[in-house]
Nanobody, 121 residues
Framework: VQLQASGGGLVQAGGSLRLSCAASGRTFSSYAMGWFRQAPGKEREFVAAISWSGGSTYYADSVKGRFTISRDNAKNTVYLQMNSLKPEDTAVYYC???????????????WGQGTQVTVSS
């Protein structure tokens, strides 16, 4: 599975962005998908995950109620809608794929290249 993340940019605090992650291959619907982020000098951290069917979603406490993960298996794409953005959300955001949904980086086998999100105060 090859993943291509897009949609990052510069936004003011309180604003919104929607990230997309396009996957190649016909087996996209077999994979659970996750979003992670990494700020400068920090470890990569879990943001959100979604099961292969979209029926189950998981969120880090820091983004719960502000971010929404979704997927469109017909388009081989997973999304991360980010609302009420805060400066502390600034990071490079990565999408990732795994056969079994998880919340740690070690559980994911395939990674996209990352897209920068910068939130100004």
């Amino acid at each position: 599975v090859q993943l291509q993340a897009s949609g990052g940019g510069l936004v003011q605090a309180g604003g919104s962005l929607r990230l997309s992650c396009a996957a190649s291959g016909r087996t996209f619907s077999s994979y659970a998908m996750g979003w992670f982020r990494q700020a400068p000098g920090k470890e990569r951290e879990f943001v959100a995950a979604i099961s292969w069917s979209g029926g189950s979603t998981y969120y880090a406490d820091s983004v719960k109620g502000r971010f929404t993960i979704s997927r469109d298996n017909a388009k081989n794409t997973v999304y991360l809608q980010m609302n009420s953005l805060k400066p502390e959300d600034t990071a490079v955001y990565y999408c990732a794929a795994t056969l079994r949904v998880g919340v740690t980086v070690y559980e994911y086998d395939y990674w996209g290249q990352g897209t920068q999100v910068t939130v100004s105060s």
